[in-house]
């Protein structure tokens, strides 16, 4: 448990006149306090839900009273439901559902969720609007992050990094074979991606100096900023049909749950690698080990699963063509701490009414 009281930072900004109508506009500030009230009055409460990097908690402890859930591993969610009540802010992470139950166990103080993750498909936007409950997510911060392990998840998968790694682990070697080990190289190939976000594109980006031939990509609409590396916007099925490397760059969302399936695997090239780094969800994962097994497309590499941890005994983990990561693209110390900063910021800019740097609407 992190308790943090009113920073004398805050102290000294409710002496300037200005910021004190802003204080009391945000209802920081209780109704007809003077300065002298202020030091008196209760700051915001805010929850954390894990330890995270210190750069937000920090931050929030500096203006708020802040309580933090002082573990790696998840909180239960019976333990999440009775630690936010009465709480005016919430600083959660992917792993938490923010759903109208979460919202009403808050309950009427609630002013502001704060997820460190750019995906929100685990927090009810619907149930928050309908609350005044404001959503700040992180996007951005984690761009290059996902990027670089999309990419480093494509060499992985594409090079045949797990069986390499494990014939020279095994003592299954021998020697230097011509066509041993051999994959599929990213020189003269067409890529494609569903999804051409931030980080659709980061990861066009990262591999236009590989050779690639053919950026090819699907999404609601064409996407500007993909003219600039000569990204052709195609319907689904021509992006599918001419990939060599298809990745899945796409929020899940009602659209996109489950649309990777056979009839997709199907379409793809036998010789095709798939690449998910956006949630496991968006794939049906029975559909994609008998893809794997019977050759309807070459290989996998996923980030992300269903479920998350992935149980041990799923048969995709037997599979030499198929390379599985914990969820890992956002795990670089900048990355991370960025996010953190960044909900704090969400957070502290809801609880004083303020626009909210990176906010998420229904
Ligand atoms: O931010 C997210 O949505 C992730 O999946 C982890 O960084």
Redesign the pocket.
């Known amino acids: 448990m992190l308790i943090a009281g009113l920073s004398p930072a805050f102290r000294l900004a409710a002496n300037n006149t200005r910021i004190r109508s802003q204080l009391y506009a945000s209802r920081l500030y209780i109704e007809g306090s003077a300065v002298r009230k202020m030091s008196k009055s209760t700051p915001p409460k805010v929850f954390i839900t894990r330890r995270v990097p210190d750069r937000g908690p920090a931050l929030l402890k500096s203006e708020c009273t802040v309580t933090q859930w002082d573990s790696d591993e998840p909180i239960s969610r019976e333990e999440l439901l009775s630690k936010v009540q009465g709480v005016d802010g919430l600083f959660c992470l992917?792993t938490e559902k923010i759903d109208a139950e979460l919202l009403d166990a808050a309950g009427p103080n609630l002013k502001v969720v704060g997820t460190m993750?750019?995906?929100y498909d685990h927090v009810d936007l619907v149930a928050c609007a309908e609350r005044g409950v404001k959503v700040g997510f992180?996007p951005n911060v984690?761009t290059s992050a996902?990027a670089e392990l999309t990419v480093s998840l494509l060499l992985a998968t594409s090079r045949r990094l797990k069986e390499g790694i494990r014939a020279v682990e095994n003592g299954s070697w021998g020697t230097w074979k011509p066509m041993w080990l051999c994959g599929p190289g990213l020189d003269g190939s067409t890529v494609g991606i569903i999804g051409m976000g931030r980080i659709g594109m980061a990861v066009a980006r990262c591999l236009q100096p590989f050779g690639v031939a053919r950026f090819v990509y699907s999404d609601f609409d064409e996407q500007p900023k993909a003219r600039d590396i000569g990204a052709e916007f195609l319907p689904l099925d021509e992006v599918i049909a001419s990939a060599d490397f298809l990745l899945a760059c796409c929020a899940l969302t009602s659209e996109t749950k489950g649309m990777f399936n056979m009839d997709l695997f199907k379409k793809m090239k036998n010789t095709a690698v798939f690449i998910n780094t956006s949630?496991g969800g968006v794939v049906q994962q029975d559909d994609l080990y008998k893809a794997l097994v019977s050759g309807e497309i070459a290989a996998a590499g996923l980030d992300?699963t269903t479920p998350e941890p992935l149980p041990t005994n799923s048969p995709l983990l037997k599979l030499d063509n198929c390379v599985i990561l914990p969820?890992i693209?956002?795990a670089t110390h900048k990355a991370r701490s960025a996010?953190s900063e960044l909900t704090a910021k969400n957070i502290l800019a809801g609880l004083k009414g303020q626009t909210i740097p990176s906010e998420i609407t229904a």
Do not use: F, I
Request: glycine share 8%.
């Open positions: 992917l993750s750019v995906g992180t984690l996902v949630r992300v969820h693209a956002s996010m």
